[in-house]
């Protein structure tokens, strides 16, 4: 039960759902190269939530979520990703794989996106939910069953951003705790500083404005 409680870190950074954790009882686990980690305990286990302030505009930081092939390329852990079904410029459905050391099981998810921007602070909200009966269950792959996460996006400036995460998953089967140990030390930094490495290539800087269309960056 333990491991099952804890493995609530391992998916750190990758996916995205709903605003509405209320902003209390979060317990200050660490900061490092600007990345502030949170957690607290829940009901049936721990919630994550970070801060970072990312170099970027607003529409850049959408192209790149947006961009779900290149996942792997910032996501922990995650060794596949690809777009579902494009329902609309603000809502889309896709799956993503994440790679697990030996003798561990594979786990893949597969989430339901909604992007909402609030009229009067204009900050953006992408809102992710697991929907795991939406495609048929891979051999010899854990479904992840129970994933809701949130990614809200500020402008501080024209070019800057304060991103805020939650995370509340189930990655499912038990977890040995040298791996959920890893995610949390590891994960959460490692993603966003590769996030900052991709936003700071010319195809994302050179996004200026939010489009009602879904085009992503070549």
């Known amino acids: 039960m333990k491991n099952n409680s804890l493995a609530y ?5 990758f996916l995205s759902f709903s605003g509405l954790y209320a902003q209390k009882n979060w317990v200050f686990q ?3 190269d600007g990345v502030k980690v949170y957690k607290r305990k829940v009901d049936d286990g721990y919630e994550l939530k970070l801060v970072a302030v990312f170099n970027a505009a607003p529409a850049a930081m959408l192209a790149l979520f947006n961009n779900v092939a290149e996942y792997p390329k910032w996501g922990y852990r ?3 990703s690809e777009l579902l079904k494009r329902v609309s410029a603000t809502e889309f459905y896709y799956y993503s794989r994440f790679s697990f050391p030996w003798p561990l099981e594979d786990r893949d998810v597969v989430m339901r996106t909604t992007i909402t921007t ?3 602070t204009n900050a953006i909200t992408l809102s ?3 929907v795991p009966d939406f495609i048929p269950e891979k051999q010899g792959i854990v479904r992840v069953r129970k994933a809701n996460v949130t990614w809200k996006l500020s402008a501080q400036t024209s070019a800057s951003i ?3 995460y939650y995370l509340s998953t189930h990655p ?3 977890l040995p705790d040298w791996t959920v140990n890893l995610a949390n030390d590891t994960g959460p930094i490692e993603t966003v500083q590769k996030m900052k ?7 994302y800087k050179n996004v200026k404005q939010l489009s009602k269309s879904p085009h992503l960056p070549d």
């Not at 490495?197 to 195809?203: A, D, G, N, T, V």
């Open 162 to 164: 304060e991103g805020e």
């Open 128 to 130: 992710s939910r697991a």
């Open 118 to 120: 609030d009229a009067k």
């Open 197 to 203: 490495k991709l936003l700071s290539e010319e195809r």
């Open 172 to 174: 499912g089967g038990i």
């Open 30 to 32: 660490k900061e490092k």
């Open 9 to 13: 870190l391992l998916l750190a950074l």
């Open 78 to 80: 995650v060794a596949h």
